[in-house]
């Protein structure tokens, strides 16, 4: 099977082609336009593969002719789209370049896969995938006793980020809808794990405690999200690329909702386990609060039913031990953390976590 993967020099996109890398003879192209300064340090591993079994194409996802000329010569079985704008913070201080990749750079692709898509022979068409992957913020906020996500609840995105990630669901529902292209959609919870960039919660609390930093938590550390670890994502997706039905889109989840400020205590006391001679103990002392962000979403939590019953799918790691790994992982890739940087942004909010 020959898969294009789109953002996988990202955290989650490296996760997926490491698991795919080792555990299927998938060959795949990797298409990034590395948004990030530095981030050919989280794929020069793959390197080490035959090109027979993996490249890479530096190229941006909203530009025609270059992805066009990509499909065409890589003739790919599926494509698994995960590039994105997807910093909450950058989309509320800068929209732009998330409509133009999140909604229009998903549009292109569809184009091109619809294209390519109809030239192929009826094996070819019948076995061809388009799967995007999106968030669970695109269902919006939970009080507390509300029932988490389920694939109908109705979406209501309140950040530009999650407005960008359902338009972009609505299209790819759309051009299967319409053109009767073969995808497949998933709506994921808060990722966690290693070669997450250094801008998002659980890394910027690491690294921030580690330097001895204040912990900038916002608001009251209340709200809710729903953790899973990255590698769960990635089996997840491929189980789904394996097994999902065309047309249907599938919860995925950790079934672990924990508030924020639950989970820097955690990050806290995993630090003063780990660094007993560290002169940050305890860390927990480092924890600020700060101006909430606007319009901050409460709780997330997803229903995965679908998926565990229809896929068989469920996540193998817990919090607490995904949580020690990748704790353990920031320890020993600081020098990862310092070369890697988001380029065009001003850094405003930098320092305040996504989620
Ligand atoms: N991180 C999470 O918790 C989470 C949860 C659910 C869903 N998702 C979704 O999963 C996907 C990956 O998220 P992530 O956390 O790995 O994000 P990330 O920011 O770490 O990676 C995104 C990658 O996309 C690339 N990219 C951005 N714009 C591009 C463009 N125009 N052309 C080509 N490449 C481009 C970036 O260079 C980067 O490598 C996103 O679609 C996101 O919405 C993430």
């Given at each position: 099977m020959r898969v294009i993967v789109t953002g996988g020099a990202g955290f989650i996109g490296s996760n997926l082609i490491r698991l795919l890398l080792q555990q299927s003879d998938i060959c795949i192209l990797n298409i990034d336009?590395?948004?990030?300064?530095?981030?050919y340090h989280t794929i020069?591993?793959?390197?080490?593969?035959?090109q027979s079994r993996y490249s890479f194409s530096q190229t941006d996802i909203c530009e025609y002719a270059l992805l066009n000329h990509l499909f065409n010569d890589f003739k790919p079985d599926a494509v698994l789209h995960l590039a994105a704008e997807s910093h909450v913070d950058r989309s509320i201080d800068d929209p732009e370049s998330f409509i133009q990749t999140n909604i229009f750079g998903t549009y292109n692709l569809l184009k091109i896969s619809r294209n390519y898509w109809k030239r192929l022979d009826e094996n070819g068409k019948k076995a061809f995938r388009f799967h995007h992957i999106s968030t669970d913020e695109v269902f919006g906020s939970l009080e507390k006793n509300d029932r988490p996500f389920r694939e109908s609840t109705p979406y209501a995105p309140n950040s530009p980020y999650s407005a960008s990630k359902a338009s972009a669901d609505h299209l790819v529902r759309a051009w299967h809808h319409?053109?009767?292209?073969p995808v497949t959609l998933s709506n994921c919870s808060n990722n966690y794990g290693?070669?997450?960039?250094?801008?998002?919660l659980i890394p910027l609390m690491i690294t921030k405690a580690i330097n001895g930093e204040p912990l900038p938590v916002y608001g009251d550390g209340l709200n809710i999200r729903d953790w899973l670890y990255v590698e769960d994502h990635a089996c997840a997706l491929l189980e789904i690329l394996k097994h999902g039905r065309i047309g249907e889109s599938y919860n995925v989840g950790g079934n672990c909702e924990k508030s924020n400020i639950e989970v820097v205590n955690m990050i806290c006391n995993l630090l003063d386990e780990l660094m007993p001679?560290?002169?940050?103990?305890?860390?927990?002392?480092l924890v600020t609060f700060v101006r909430d962000r606007p319009g901050h979403d409460q709780r997330y939590a997803m229903d995965t039913e679908k998926i565990r019953n229809e896929i068989g799918w469920t996540p193998k790691y817990n919090f607490s031990g995904g949580l020690r790994n990748t704790v353990t992982w920031y320890m020993k890739n600081l020098d990862w953390c310092n070369a890697v940087?988001?380029?065009?942004?001003?850094?405003?909010?930098?320092?305040l976590q996504q989620l």
């Open positions: 336009k590395l948004i990030f300064q530095g981030c020069r591993e793959f390197d080490t593969f035959p319409t053109y009767g292209l290693p070669c997450q960039y250094p801008d998002k001679d560290s002169p940050n103990k305890p860390h927990k002392n940087k988001y380029k065009q942004y001003d850094g405003k909010r930098l320092g």
